[in-house]
């Protein structure tokens, strides 16, 4: 088992692995997508209260948990560069930023979308609002940060702190809409409780959930090989492909 | 664990852990301009701005909500079930206004201790359900 990991941090091993594993992941992401869409756009009802439009749920909560899940993932990345120096948690790392980048952008767009005709407004400077686009500022000042420094490795290392850094942010997102007053409502699933949401709406929102999470893991594995050609592009192995 | 990575995790967990007491000082401090409305019980109390415009959320009050005058005025109380604030607004409300739907309005309390909106938001809540199960439970509910 800690073989097998530690090959698999192996940029070479990787590449060859994760090579494999794409076609299944298309696979994956394919039926959940279509099957999530599907239960959610036609066969889940319309809700009592907000009717056709809360459908925009199935698209905007997904996309919300996984600029959280994508955030935590890139410091937990961040301390295992910065305990261990690890190749492949670097290209992990800013593989990850512009997909969480996107999700999130995708969560406050969507969210914005709902925002006019349910609260009557596309943006208010409330607490879960507010801390979301932070998080977008995040991911953008990673990327940034990453591209500044011209040496790879040193950019990873403050990369690193940067992403460990930013991780606070994550509990304020989730505990902001309970820590303060907010336009925006409190947690439907993600609660000890019972989730208040019909089963009906539940399974294909976490249909798309799942179709989102093997996206991400599809859109790493694509990034994370581009990444390990860039920069093993003068090893042995390379030419030998 | 080597102990040059032992010292690199300790440093890292003290570094998260130091931005995360900055940061939660830094809120605490800020708390009342994050809260994004008052409560009713809150302006009755004094504790809202009198000069400047500041939001106050609650439940409207089921058979308050009237059109006096001209009819492009509506009036409702606002209630957070200690304390109730009638609110006057002129303007577009959203569709999720109704009686019993929780809403944040926008304005400035007048002399006779009136609040006078010039935006009115509806808070939605987190439950999601079909629209039969809806009429089921408020029929147990009579």
């Known amino acids: ?241 | 664990m080597t102990p040059a990575r032992k010292k690199r995790l300790g440093l890292i967990l003290l570094m998260v852990a130091g931005v995360a007491t900055g940061v939660g000082f830094a809120l605490k401090s800020l708390d009342q301009n994050i809260m994004f409305f008052f409560t009713p019980t809150e302006v009755v109390g004094g504790k809202a701005p009198a000069d400047k415009l500041f939001r106050m959320g609650g439940m409207v009050v089921a058979g308050t909500v009237k059109r006096p005058g001209d009819g492009l005025t509506v009036q409702f109380d606002l209630t957070d079930n200690e304390q109730n604030v009638t609110v006057k607004f002129a303007g577009i409300l959203p569709d999720l206004f109704r009686e019993g739907q929780g809403i944040i309005a926008n304005g400035k309390l007048n002399q006779s201790g009136e609040f006078v909106a010039e935006e009115v938001l509806a808070k939605h809540d987190e439950t999601y359900m079909p629209p039969e199960l809806a009429g089921m439970q408020s029929k147990t509910e009579n």
């Open chain 1, 1 to 241: 088992m800690f073989l097998w990991f530690h090959k698999l941090g192996s940029p070479p091993h990787f590449y060859r692995i994760a090579g494999k594993w794409i076609p299944w992941l298309n696979w994956m992401f394919l039926v959940l997508l279509v099957a999530g869409l599907y239960g959610g756009l036609v066969l889940a009802p319309p809700d009592y209260q907000q009717g056709e439009s809360y459908r925009i749920i199935f698209v905007h909560v997904p996309a919300a948990w996984m600029s959280l899940f994508i955030y935590v993932a890139m410091a937990v990345c961040g301390a295992i560069i910065i305990i261990w120096r690890m190749k492949l948690a670097e290209i992990v790392l800013i593989s990850s930023a512009p997909i969480g980048a996107s999700f999130t952008f995708l969560a406050l767009v969507t969210g914005s979308l709902w925002g006019k005709p349910m609260w009557g407004t596309y943006w208010v400077w409330d607490a879960r609002l507010t801390s979301e686009l932070i998080l977008l500022f995040l991911y953008l000042g990673v990327i940034g940060l990453h591209n500044a420094i011209d040496d790879k490795r040193t950019a990873a290392r403050a990369v690193a702190i940067l992403a460990l850094v930013g991780v606070v942010n994550i509990p304020i997102i989730h505990y902001s809409v309970e820590w303060w007053h907010s336009l925006h409502q409190g947690a439907t699933v993600t609660k000890f409780d019972k989730p208040s949401i019909h089963w009906s709406m539940l399974l294909p929102l976490l249909l798309m959930a799942l179709a989102f999470q093997v996206y991400y893991v599809l859109a790493l594995f694509h990034r994370c090989r581009a990444e390990i050609l860039r920069r093993e592009r003068n090893s042995k192995w390379i030419e030998e492909l």
